[in-house]
Structure formats: C-alpha cells, structure tokens
C-alpha cells in the first residue's frame, strides 16, 4: 500500500490548457504538501494545507489552485499551461507539522510542449 | 529568502570509499534533516537533527548538526551501489506556522562498483 500516492506519474500536454494532479495519502497525517521540483533537481515549496485549511502559499502564479477535499487528499489544478510549468511536482504528508520529516509521494512529470 | 549552499553538487567514487558532504546556512535552523533521492522517486527521509551539536547515526550513515546551527554535515562510510541519488539537505525554523523547509541543491552520487 503506498503511502503517498499521485496520479498521473506523466503528464504531457500543450501550452494553455489546463489540468490536474492529484494527491492522496494513508498515513492519517494533518499536513499536506505541494513541491515543484526543477530540472535543475531545486525543490521548492508551493503550498501547504492543515486539516484542508490552506497554511502556505508561496508565490505561486494564481493559475495554480491547490484543493484539499479532506485531510487525506490534496489536489493540483493548473490553468493556462506554460512552458516553464515543466516539472516534477510532489506531494507530501508529515504526521507533525513541527518535525520537517515529510513523506513524499513518487513524483507526477508534467511536460508542457 | 533563506538559502541552503550544498556541497559538493556532485561527487564520483569508488565503491567502498567514504562520502562526505555539508549544508551551510545565513540563517539560523532549529531543524536539519538529510533526504536521499533515487531516479524517479520521491526524496526520502534519512536522519533528522533537532539539537545543535547532535551527532546521529543511520546505519552506514552519520549526520550532524553544526554547533552554531548554521550549517550540517552527512557522512556515508564505505559505499555501495545503491548508495547512488541525490542527497538533500532541509532546514527548518521555529518561527513560521507552516512547518516550510528550506531544501539545499542537492548533491548527486555515483559510485562506481
């Protein structure tokens, strides 16, 4: 059973359109997260939810709109693709938000062409 | 913002060699933790740090964190193959309510059997 899971692991679309990741984890944690990882392999902070309650927002362009159904999932919607969205996007989970000891999920590739 | 400065960024070695490689920080962390990441996979917890000075261990691997809380070091003694990814630092203050770390650039290992 993994415990951070994302779907879809690859993703390859066109400039302006729009899509989705999504994020569930197992583990029963409060905290969830949203990474962008670069090609440069430079992990960055996007947002972070607390019980579904949105507690980090870095500056993110607002064509990224994070959704936290429940404590257990955390969805990425993207509107208006670009180029330089390309990159590996992870979701995690932490049991206390205090720690900085996160399970990440494998990784969701998006390629925007 | 804060910014974690890794080193090396990459290093070659020898199967059986050991591995050495430091954070270093402007700032102040009340937290350090070392990730590793295998190709297509999510970072994956290795040791966490939460008192300057602490020194701990994780089988073949030792971490410590910097006296002045400004910096942290990993160690891997005699390497594997599997020991090949990239290896993260994160740094995390008290002082902001989402539990945001900062990640270093990463150090990327080959071994060469």
């Known amino acids: 059973d993994t415990a951070v899971s994302q779907t879809p692991k690859y993703l390859v679309t ?34 972070s939810y607390n019980n579904k309650e949105l507690i980090i927002n870095e500056t993110v362009p607002n064509r990224f709109s994070p959704k936290s159904p429940d404590k257990a ?14 990159a ?11 720690t900085g000891e996160l399970f990440f999920g494998e990784g ?3 390629t925007v062409l | 913002g804060q910014q974690l400065n ?3 960024q990459s290093m070659f070695i020898q199967e059986g060699e050991d591995v050495s490689m430091n954070c270093t920080s402007s700032s102040i ?7 590793k990441q295998d190709p297509g996979e999510g970072p994956v917890l290795l040791i966490a740090l939460y008192k300057a000075g602490e020194l701990t ?6 971490a410590q964190f910097g006296i002045t809380r400004k910096d942290s070091f ?40």
């Open chain 2, 74 to 113: 990993l160690n891997i003694s005699a390497s594997i193959p599997s020991d090949v990814g990239i290896y993260f630092c994160a740094g995390r203050m008290n002082n902001n309510a989402g539990n945001m770390l900062t990640f270093g650039g990463g150090t990327r290992l080959m071994v060469k059997p």
């Open chain 1, 73 to 86: 999932h955390l969805n990425l919607h993207i509107n208006s693709l670009e180029l330089g969205d390309s």
């Open chain 1, 14 to 47: 066109q400039m302006g359109n729009d899509k989705s990741i999504k994020c569930e984890q197992n583990l029963g944690h409060d905290t969830m997260y949203w990474y962008k990882q670069d090609s440069k392999k430079f992990l960055k902070i996007m947002f």
């Open chain 2, 29 to 35: 962390f009340n937290t350090w933790l070392w990730y």
């Open chain 1, 108 to 110: 969701s590739r998006l």
């Open chain 2, 57 to 62: 261990s994780n089988g073949r691997l030792t």
């Open chain 2, 6 to 8: 890794q080193s090396p």
């Open chain 1, 88 to 98: 590996v996007y992870f979701c995690a989970s932490t049991r206390q938000a205090n």
